[in-house]
């Protein structure tokens, strides 16, 4: 069965400060795995996906398959970072989008 | 991008009763949305996959006929918790694919709080 991890529930880093989220997944297969964000009292958004391989808002990335990890990164951490962020994976080649999730990780950057 | 919008954004109702959450995608078509639920400081679970114009598929664990699922048209599907009782309290969140990357756009969720 797919899992992610997320071992962080709560993580408080002061502004500028180097960020890492961490996420941990298991899946025979080969996944595809995305990271969501939540900013407070709006809905849930993607923030990126590994096949981009893009940076949105300065985070980036990187899927290691030797470690299952997928682990978020920003080097330097702003206020507006403050929300819940969420890994998440699906199938690769799936055609429903059916996501697996994490139980999330709380990011607050304080001034 | 796309927009998915849900209704109620919060309701209040008594045990035994029916309540019903609709899913709408507001400018574009889905033949496949998602309902989720989301328990107090727990992640996101998928309850059921809803297929316009044909039968949801629910996750083990999930009742079929206490969360009835229609997706009548491309562009709304409805979750109706039946006989509502105070344990089906929660954070209930749709989604839905689409445009030409298939991205997976969510609604601003429903909270559900039953008397």
């Known amino acids: 069965a797919q899992r992610v991890t997320q071992p962080e529930k709560l993580l408080s880093v002061f502004k500028g400060a180097p960020v890492e989220l961490k996420c941990n997944y298991s899946y025979s297969g080969s996944p595809e795995l995305f990271w969501y964000v939540q900013y407070s009292r709006q809905r849930l958004q993607l923030l990126l996906r590994?096949?981009s391989r893009e940076s949105i808002k300065g985070f980036t990335a990187d899927l290691n398959k030797g470690e299952t990890s997928f682990h978020l990164k920003k080097p330097f951490a702003q206020e507006e970072d403050s929300a819940m962020y969420y890994c998440?994976?699906?199938?690769?080649?799936?055609?429903?989008?059916?996501?697996?999730f994490g139980k999330g990780t709380l990011l607050t950057v304080n001034p | 991008g796309a927009v998915v919008s849900q209704h109620p954004s919060r309701v209040i109702c008594k045990s035994g009763t029916s309540v019903k959450i609709e899913c709408r995608s507001l400018d574009f078509q889905a033949t496949t949305m998602f309902w989720y639920r989301q328990f107090p400081k727990q992640s996101l679970m998928l309850m059921a996959t809803s297929n316009e114009g044909s039968k949801a598929t629910y996750e083990q664990g999930v009742e079929k006929d206490k969360f009835l699922i229609n997706h009548a048209s491309l562009t709304l599907s409805t979750l109706t918790v039946t006989s509502a009782h105070p344990e089906d309290s929660s954070f209930y969140i749709c989604?839905?694919?689409?445009?030409?990357?298939?991205?997976?756009?969510f609604g601003e969720g429903s909270r559900l709080t039953v008397l």
């Open positions: 989604s839905a694919s689409g445009g030409l990357t298939g991205e997976l756009f």
């Open positions: 590994h096949i």
């Open positions: 998440a994976l699906i199938q690769s080649g799936g055609s429903n989008y059916k996501l697996t």
